[in-house]
């Protein structure tokens, strides 16, 4: 089979695993690019997600600048910034966090506008003030949703940031468009299963969190 | 404002030429995404076990960046439309098919007894009561795969020149002329926010009982 003939020959070969262009230091920058743009994503998109969800209010505006920022192909910002302000780490991530903000921001809305009335009720029953309530009641148990948008960013975050190797900067996306360039399949090849299985990783890496992060109650009644 | 819509003659397509060939590169794998999603996912509905190693194998497909899809694919279907338009139709599944399950799974036991008790068969029951109930849900799925889809024909520019819109990126860089780049943008964000806005009105048109 090809495919894993491909597969075979990107990682046997040992020039592949050391040095500047090797797995390890491509793999590191492509992480490190995921958690800038996946931090800059959250820190925009969470507090005005939770906020709006809490208030109720906004949700319409919040739609519209979901869809907008959706809209925008990641691809094309990411060449049109380069050409505007020249070779730089800000052409990379501001498609990067346009891409992830829609997700966080929608499930937060929506996981914080769905929580349980009558829970909410009864904390303000009980005398909490309205951040006391976000944060004690409608956060724990919106956990598990907000915790899929934010998962949803990362994947979608790991598989888009391939494209920063097009404007010469690192991570795994070197090996695929080099790869291109010198119809080196191996490399496209071995590059892709790089990708995929970091996406992986991060989706169990937010399983993980689900488990430690969500309260046993909340789960329960999932 | 002529080099906007002007197009360098390299490209071998005029403005209006691109934003169709882009249409059709977005579209067509959007369309065969819901027709093969939507008995895949009554699939997962009927036998409940499928439904999460389907998610998984899609999962991971999903996980493959556009870009590498498309690498690989040259091998088997050369530099062409198709091979940007698999890795779409897949993307469009992975979003799709957990759409279509949660709304059809989110129609109220009674409504479901309610049609049976009416005589409705299963076959009619599905087209007539299970599948216009989950029409916002799909909806929902069909406006995040196009938007998508549409945004990722673009890296099709890479695998040369099957980026529709995306190849003016190329020129733009190559001959540096940066409105190249601008009209690619624009016009893409352009095409997929009418898109969604349809299907918002498609969503009104089919759910008249709707609250709106």
């Known amino acids: 089979m090809n495919l894993f003939h491909y597969i075979g020959v990107f990682y046997g070969d040992s020039a592949n695993w050391s040095g500047a262009n090797g797995i390890p230091q491509r793999l590191w920058e492509h992480v490190l690019y995921t958690l800038m743009a996946l931090g800059i994503a959250a820190a925009i998109g969470l507090p005005i ?174 | 404002m002529s080099s906007f819509f002007t197009m360098p003659s390299d490209l071998q397509h005029s403005y209006l030429g691109l934003v169709a060939w882009h249409l059709q590169l977005a579209m067509i794998p959007v369309l065969l995404g819901l027709l093969i999603a939507l008995p895949f996912g009554q699939l997962c509905v009927r036998f409940r076990w499928l439904y999460a190693p389907m998610l998984g194998v899609t999962t991971v497909l999903y996980a493959i960046p556009s870009l590498a899809f498309f690498v690989v694919l040259i091998d088997w279907t050369g530099q062409s439309d198709t091979t940007v338009m698999i890795p779409l139709t897949i993307y469009t599944l992975v979003i799709l098919i957990p759409a279509i399950i949660d709304g059809v799974r989110s129609v109220p036991p009674e409504t479901h007894a309610a049609a049976t008790a009416m005589g409705f068969g299963p076959a009619r029951r599905y087209f007539q009561v299970d599948l216009p109930m989950a029409v916002p849900a799909i909806v929902a799925g069909l406006r995040v795969a196009t938007v998508s889809s549409i945004s990722l024909v673009s890296v099709g520019a890479l695998i040369g020149n099957q980026g529709a819109l995306g190849n003016l990126l190329e020129d733009a860089t190559q001959y540096h002329r940066p409105i190249l780049a601008w009209s690619s943008v624009i016009t893409t964000a352009v095409l997929a926010i009418l898109i969604d806005g349809l299907l918002v009105l498609l969503r009104r048109l089919l759910t008249p009982w709707a609250a709106r």
């Open chain 1, 49 to 222: 997600g939770l906020v709006t969800g809490h208030t109720g209010r906004g949700g319409n505006a919040l739609a519209f600048l979901a869809t907008a920022a959706r809209a925008l192909p990641s691809f094309g910002l990411l060449v049109l910034l380069t050409l505007l302000m020249g070779l730089g780490l800000t052409p990379v991530m501001v498609p990067l966090v346009a891409l992830a903000v829609p997700p966080i921001l929608v499930t937060s809305y929506e996981a914080v506008r769905g929580a349980d009335r009558s829970l909410v009720d009864a904390a303000r029953g009980m005398g909490m003030g309205p951040l006391r309530v976000l944060f004690q009641v409608e956060i724990p148990v919106a956990l598990p949703l907000i915790l899929s948008g934010i998962r949803s960013a990362a994947v979608q975050i790991v598989s888009t940031a391939t494209i920063a190797a097009y404007v010469s900067f690192g991570g795994l996306g070197r090996y695929i468009v080099d790869g291109l360039y010198q119809e080196d399949y191996s490399k496209v090849v071995g590059g892709a299963t790089l990708v995929a299985g970091l996406a992986l990783l991060t989706l169990g890496l937010f399983w993980l969190l689900a488990r430690v992060f969500v309260s046993p109650g909340v789960r329960r009644s999932r």
